[in-house]
């Protein structure tokens, strides 16, 4: 009996990774964009993206979630609970990349845009050559942090009936009346895979630190 | 004169806003309360966590470990549907404000630990050649100091635990969330009924966001010195 519940748990489990990913590549590329409009020469285009940044950061998750579902979903565009969930998660990802890469590009000491300029690079190659590897460094390990904190945040995805852990748990506790368990089960296993995830990251974070030029 | 804003009328939003008002104050309350006993039980657990006596240690350790490792819905759902189930029932409110009071024990219990961490180790040193107990010490020396540099990341802390409220929209509290819901329901006018509720989120955590970051940096600058 408990493995089969168990089991049926675990059917969940392939869609909140899935979820996690595919949020965490949508706000690794759109926060790139997202940061370099942060940072622009043109004040109202670098107020507009503050704003939003405030406002999306603002509003909580769920909230996005039903927004892009119900609200843009039930009267705009009809969509699936996962597209949904990947959207409101991706617009949040992206502005959470960016802040991330941000910071990565104020950790970079002023030396590099200096030489960089004595070598005459244009702006293009001083980014690209220069400046993003080092960047991307040291944004790596804040990366790897949000990245986990997002297989916690999908659980949200389950209120929109996207079958990942949680909404099973939910199944499993209604069908069976045994919450105490199936819940306590799902929090172990969220728990048990976000452990590995975090000593590899801490790993990661070690090994990339010290090739960062300081 | 009404502004047609995807359906709703001005008319419609002003309609709405006595209920999402009463769902907005639910929201409050549950933070209000989930941060009273949060907090203090954080303070605990940082302390507890640095006790001799270890299975008091491993307690802490395991508290803050479930509280941090499992989604703050998962606990929500495993106070609220879990405790009915060994004959426990607690209400709605109850059980958001456990669960959320939880999570908040969890990770405040980690940003006070840094904060006690943060004060010098000659303040220590001091404590004992002044001849305090240990107690006295924690107490009226480095719990006073740590708790200082822990404020702004506490209040960081604070913003996010009013957004999740709006998770207890899954355990059939009353709140703002569940009331822009259930609008949208009869009314079918769920993007105007949600970007309200969220006007209302947007309008307490954009203010909080910026007084947390001034705070900061007026720390900050203390710090320097």
């Known amino acids: 009996m408990i493995v089969g519940e168990f089991r049926q748990l675990l059917t969940g489990l392939p869609w909140t990774l899935a979820l996690m990913s ?18 622009s020469r043109f004040l109202p285009l670098r107020l507009l993206v503050v704003v939003i ?10 909230v996005w ?16 609970p996962f597209v949904a969930c990947l959207a409101a998660f991706g617009l949040i990802a992206a502005v959470n990349m960016a802040e991330i890469y941000r910071g990565g590009l104020l950790a970079i000491h002023f030396g590099q845009f200096e030489a960089a300029k ?4 244009s702006r293009w190659h001083t980014f690209v050559d220069v400046v993003a590897p080092q960047m991307i460094r040291v944004a790596l390990p804040s990366s790897a942090t949000y990245g986990i904190g997002l297989f916690k945040e999908s659980a949200i995805a389950s209120t ?8 099973q748990a939910n199944y499993l506790a209604q069908t069976t009346f045994r919450g105490l368990e199936v819940f306590g ?21 070690r090994r990339i630190r010290a090739r960062v030029a300081r | 004169m009404s502004g047609m804003f995807l359906g709703a009328t001005w008319e419609d939003v002003v309609s709405w806003l006595p209920d999402l ?3 907005f104050l639910i929201s409050l309350r549950v933070t209000f309360f989930s941060l009273l006993f949060g907090i203090p039980a954080g303070l605990l657990l940082a302390i507890g966590q640095q006790t001799k006596a270890r299975s008091l240690r491993w307690l802490c350790l395991t508290v803050v470990e479930l509280g941090r490792g499992a989604p703050a819905l998962v606990l ?12 426990v029932s607690i209400t709605s409110f109850v059980s958001a404000v456990l669960a959320l009071a939880w999570a908040t024990g969890a990770y405040t219990s980690e940003i006070i630990r840094a904060g006690l961490d943060a004060v010098p180790q000659g303040q220590h040193e001091a404590t004992s050649a002044l001849g305090m107990s240990r107690e006295d010490a924690l107490r009226f020396v480095i719990i006073p100091q740590g708790l200082r540099v822990a404020i702004p990341a506490l209040l960081g802390f604070s913003i996010l635990v009013f957004q999740g409220t709006s998770l207890c929209f899954t355990i059939a509290l009353q709140e703002i969330i569940s009331r822009a819901y259930d609008i949208g329901n009869t009314t079918f006018l769920y993007f105007p009924a949600l970007a309200v509720a969220a006007v209302f989120f947007a309008a307490v955590c954009i203010p909080a966001s910026l007084l947390v970051s001034y705070i900061e940096q007026r720390t900050g600058k203390h710090v320097q010195r």
């Not at chain 1, 940044?53 to 769920?62: D, E, Q, S, T």
């Not at chain 1, 004595?118 to 690079?121: D, F, K, P, S």
């Open chain 2, 21 to 23: 008002w009463a769902g």
């Open chain 1, 65 to 80: 979630v039903f927004i892009v579902f119900f609200g843009i979903g039930f009267q705009l565009i009809s969509m699936s």
């Open chain 2, 76 to 87: 929500l759902q495993f106070l609220y549907f879990g405790l009915p189930s060994v004959g």
């Open chain 1, 22 to 39: 595919a949020t965490f590549v949508v706000g690794a590329l759109l926060g790139l964009p997202l940061m370099l409009a942060r940072r």
């Open chain 1, 118 to 121: 004595a070598l005459n690079l």
């Open chain 1, 53 to 62: 940044f405030a406002i999306v950061r603002a509003v909580p998750p769920l």
């Open chain 1, 160 to 167: 929109i009936g996207v079958q990942e852990l949680a909404y």
């Open chain 1, 185 to 205: 089960m799902v929090g172990l296993v969220y728990i048990l895979i976000s452990l590995p995830i975090a000593w590899l990251s801490r790993i990661l974070d």
